[in-house]
């Protein structure tokens, strides 16, 4: 049996691919299954984008039972459930998905800093995040965030991450690669990393070693690691 | 009318107001912020120091006796508290020669020190580099989360009859003969003692009657690594010559195991300045890499807090009948809060017939381990997986302090990663934005 940690995108198809193989699969995810892709769902822009994912998803969601569990160590499995703690002794597949890397900036540190990971779930769960928003960093989906947020507010763009903050109840202003941008809200994109706070030894797939935001790349992850273990 | 009241809640308020809470006394504490300990506090290093030299300053007393008292603390107030130990490297001959002479020096004064050979270091701290010749262990040195720290204070003393005011500074002061009159935009307050524990602005509220001292704020920058485990405990370099204003800082750990290198310190002109310059963290980096072998990975936060600083020492006097000034906290400040308490006590007893409370009220412990997580998950759920912080827990302290700073600080959710972060903001969203007069987490 494999135990798969994390039901976003990554864990619901590998669970999948692995029960039409006959495979034997748990998957445990500490929230409701659905992962980012959930999120994305709620923001049009986003849902258009990521459409043929989030379908594929769903039609893993009906098939693949979901249970509710915290695992907190690999080898052997420890997971913490409503139920106990429960200990497996089989392998664990990580696909515990990517966090965006702390948007940390010299200067002062007032509200109003964002990575896109947070200003996306904020979008989503229907708050507005800002008026005059500096979008600094480089990624495709600080593309699709200037989309969705000029939609409402004022957005200019900055490639540098070497940014100064200035402001105390709320940005005032950033400056970035010697330039001056008045704004109330900075989105800054660092990167991505391994989603991995219990650090679980176990093989990592999907998004959990892509560490981004295009998930052609994710659901390639997820079809190699399938292949190469379970290819007849 | 007051018998005493407190300005400003950050540690020395806290545990005063918490010292006081167990005698017969009616106090009230006064606070600038939505919650204790969110200025200077909640911007130290978090670090329960073994010793302060020169032994023969007043801070240097206290925060002997603050360490020593730190464990009965933790455990009556349920906060986090680890004698993670501090090793200090000899990175030269010169101050490897030293090292007996040190040991010698910091027992005579009763703390407690042990040589560790290049080996026995190394198998330590196994990152420190091949360079070293050797070092001193102090077991004695501890790590806190401050602000929870304070925040169980003041609810320790709020539990036992202590009245918090917060969002409420302070603006003039009254002398009335018997009584002071203490003006707030809240209105008046009457209290026939005063304690001013205002941090950086303990001299505008000294002004206020008439007492003139100068704070001076002194910067402080920190760097927070994620690579929890890149040492165990507390490492810094033995000085070829001791700094008199400042320790020099180090490379230090959180309570919860992050890397976090610093302080410096860097005088400044504002009371609000706590802006991180470039040079400052290329400076720290600087300073602190060569004791390892590499550097910590991936910095995830970088922050600045005031020191207030009044000379060379602690300003614990009475300047006028009944008006009290804690002033000058600045480092060892955390640690020498408890022996603080104690000695305002002491000042107060000149003025009350201090009888102690029959009872107590003991605040209730929250449980972090993984059976208790198992059964509050049926009903509750995780938001912060870094730190195992439960929705509950979050809003439990949010129906206390209405701040999203504070729910961070004292719970620690959303302090490692940026997963959970729009959870928490989502969930405190609607409770914290409605009562509120100052917006902080004004995304709207």
Redesign the interface.
Known sequence: MVVIVGAGYSGLLCAKRLKERGVKVRVFD??EPGGELLVFTKIPEFREHYGKFIDEMNSAISEVEVE?G?V?SANPVKV??????EIINDSAVIAAGA??????T????P??V??P??AI??IA?G????RRILLAGEDKVLDLLETVLGRKCEVERTKST?V?V?G???VQSVEADGEEFKCD?LILFRGR?T?N??NLQGELIGNAIVKGYDYSSVKKSVEDYINLKYSR | MNDIAIIGAGVTGSFIAKELSKYDLKVLVLERKLAPGLEQTKACSGIIHPFQLPFKLLRSRLCLEGNRMMDAEAEELGFQFKRVGLITVAKNPITFLAIPLIILYLRMHGVRAEALSKKKLLEMEPNISEKVYGGVFIPSAGVVNPVEMTAKACMFAKLNGVEFVYGCEVVGIENRGDHFVLKTKKGDFKAKVVINCAGIYADEIAKMVGYEMKIIPGKGTHIVFADRGFTNHLVVAIPLKPNKRTKGGGALIGFDGKPLWGPNLVDVESKEDTSVKREEIEGIIAKFSPLFRKTPKEIIAVYAGLRSIAGSDFVINEPIERFINVAGIQSPGLTAAPAIAKMVLEMVSRHFELRRKQSLVRPVRASKNEESICSSLSEDEIVCLCNMVTKKQILEVAEQFKSFDAVKQITWAGMDCEKCKADIMKLLGDRILKDREEEEIAWS
């Open positions: 500490f929230r509710r915290c907190v913490l459930t409503p139920m106990g703690i966090v965006d890397c702390n948007p940390w010299y200067g002062k540190r509200p109003g964002f990575s990971e947070t779930k904020l769960y708050y507005s995040i800002g070497e100064y200035e105390d109840k709320r809200t990393k989603f706070p219990k």
